[in-house]
């Protein structure tokens, strides 16, 4: 077996995610505990009760989000009882960071901060920018669509999640311009996101920079496993590739599309979601039917893939 983790995205939160877990796992219980130390308020409390409205907040979602899917990963470490020794991690958006402290490239507490303070920068009142998810065209269709409306940097793509599923980010005025176009080309659905900018676009500049300047000051390690990065969908060990990677990320589309299919060519044949929900393991499906893919996000979900990762002798990594 060949396993990779793969960590959940900014939107799969929802109120009481990893309560159950917590519950029955020490190991994700202290999970939480470190979160709520480290930050100054309690990250358990906000996942486990609300209220949504606060959760939803990108302020506080990123730090909520990446804590429970470190939490799920290391209950089901716990679980297995052997270390997990994954070929690769990946994590969507946010979800690298997650990826990024699996792979010991970061402290837990380091990542949860600079999460935090991502979130703090990404976090605007909302304006002028936005995003939309374009449903049924493909990638190339979306693409010629955003040419013929916008320049380069008013509206550009900002992930490619799976066959028939783009998002597209920039200017209000520009998302309105394209969706007409998107819908008279056959579109199915093109749906503004509940997002207060343009994430993943060159107007995330600004971020990038703050980012780039955080990251400066911590103790960084090189990647074991590999990282398959969102930027580039190629793996990553070295830690200062690592660290630019993460600061041109917030400007630059998450290709996960092309970074599930070079795992695949890598010959993963075992995926794990860890997080909230199973958006990544639904993209998943879409973009290789025939791979295995499992989530961990409670109580049930986690028995059912540490059966099956003990059955398939998950300490081997391929």
Same mark, same amino acid.
């Given at each position: ?11 799969? =939160? ?13 190991? +994700? ?7 709520? @130390? ?36 290391? +209950? ?39 999460? @935090? ?25 979306? =693409? ?143 973009? +290789? ?30």
């Amino acid at each position: 077996m060949s396993l990779a983790l793969l960590f959940s995205p900014q939107g799969s =939160q929802s109120v009481g995610m990893g309560r159950e877990l917590a519950a029955g796992s020490p190991a +994700a219980r202290a999970i939480y505990a470190a979160a709520d @130390a480290t930050l100054g308020w309690s990250v358990s409390t906000l996942c486990w009760e609300g209220p949504a409205e606060q959760l939803d907040d990108t302020r506080q979602t990123q730090a909520c989000l990446l804590t429970t899917s470190v939490a799920c990963a290391a +209950a089901l470490e716990e679980a297995v009882g052997d270390p997990l020794r994954p070929a690769f991690v990946a994590g969507h958006s946010v979800g690298e960071y997650a990826a990024v402290v699996a792979a010991g490239v970061l402290s837990f507490s380091d990542a949860l901060r600079m999460v @935090a303070r991502r979130g703090e920068l990404m976090s605007m009142e909302p304006g002028s920018d936005g995003m939309a998810a374009v449903i049924g065209l493909d990638r190339d269709a979306v =693409q010629a669509a955003v040419e013929a409306v916008a320049g380069p940097t008013e509206l550009v793509i900002a992930n490619d999640n799976a066959p028939g599923q783009v998002v597209i980010s920039g200017s209000l005025a520009a998302i309105e311009r394209a969706r007409r176009l998107l819908r008279a080309q056959g579109a199915k659905r093109v749906i503004r996101l509940n997002v207060s900018g343009a994430f993943h676009s060159p107007h995330m500049a600004p971020v990038a920079d703050a980012l780039a300047k955080a990251f400066a000051p911590l103790d960084w390690h090189d990647a074991d496993p590999p990282l398959i990065s969102n930027v580039t969908a190629e793996p990553v060990v070295d830690a200062g590739r690592i660290r630019n990677l993460l600061v041109e990320q917030v400007r630059s589309p998450v290709e996960w599309a092309a970074s599930m299919r070079r795992l695949i060519d890598e010959g993963v044949d075992t995926f794990v979601e860890c997080g909230p929900g199973s958006a990544l393991a639904g993209m998943l499906k879409r973009i +290789a039917p025939s791979a295995g893919a499992l989530v961990v996000n409670d109580a049930a979900t986690l028995a059912a893939a540490a059966g099956t990762l003990s059955r398939q002798s998950v300490g081997a990594r391929a």
